[in-house]
T-cell receptor, first 112, second 115 residues
């Protein structure tokens, strides 16, 4: 079993729709949870991060963490064509300079 | 913000030759650098972790003699793919903790094609 599971998609939604991306994990030691966006042939860029359980909102993006269920989500409101990319969840233990464990990534396409 | 400059962005080499990939932290000191490999439509797989002034730590299944990592300074880490073969063709990405709101800054990646 992989430490982090993520539906690879692809996922296509019309512009303006709400997008829900999810990951599950098995390692209860993970405390930091991140979402990265990766455009084709580029390095990932950090979208959001959360520590432990709870919600965090930043503009059109909301990240949720449910540690009891080992489940994290990223919601994108009012989706735009420019949101089309691969979204990777990542997580790590709460120590300095810890390595990140990534999900497989979900390829998202927003249809104008 | 923190920037990691990765070069080259793409390289094509012949089988049997060696290729060096550089990652430089431009405005912060990277005591640690993570090296990832990403195959098409797959996630980032950690290959090794380098720490300035010490030997790199390799993940299980990664050949140390094939993927040479050097982290000689606080701003430069290099990955050398030795005696490259077509199966080494992949997207290689470096990343360093940048100490900004628990951030890891990623390089822009290097697409290696071995022919």
């Amino acid at each position: 079993q992989k430490e982090v599971e993520q539906d690879p998609g692809p996922l296509s939604v019309p512009e303006g729709a709400i997008v829900s991306l999810n990951c599950t994990y098995s390692n209860s030691a993970f405390q930091y949870f991140m979402w990265y966006r990766q455009y084709s042939r580029k390095g990932p860029e950090l979208l959001m991060y959360t520590y432990s359980s709870g919600n965090k909102e930043d503009g059109r993006f909301t990240a949720q963490v449910d540690k009891s269920s080992k489940y994290i989500s990223l919601f994108i409101r009012d989706s735009q064509p420019s949101d089309s990319a691969t979204y990777l969840c990542a997580m790590s233990r709460p120590f300095g300079n810890e390595k990140l464990t990534f999900g497989t990534g979900t390829r998202l396409t927003i249809i104008p | 913000g923190a920037v990691v400059s990765q070069h080259p962005s793409w390289v094509i080499c012949k089988s049997g030759t060696s290729v060096k990939i550089e990652c430089r932290s431009l405005d912060f000191q990277a005591t640690t650098m993570f090296w990832y490999r990403q195959f098409p439509k797959q996630s980032l797989m950690l290959m090794a972790t380098s720490n300035e002034g010490s030997k790199a730590t390799y993940e299980q299944g990664v050949e140390k003699d094939k993927f040479l990592i050097n982290h000689a300074s606080l701003t430069l880490s290099t990955l050398t793919v030795t005696s490259a073969h077509p199966e080494d063709s992949s997207f290689y990405i470096c990343s360093a903790p940048d100490r900004t709101e628990y951030g890891y800054t990623f390089g822009s990646g290097t697409r290696l094609t071995v022919v």
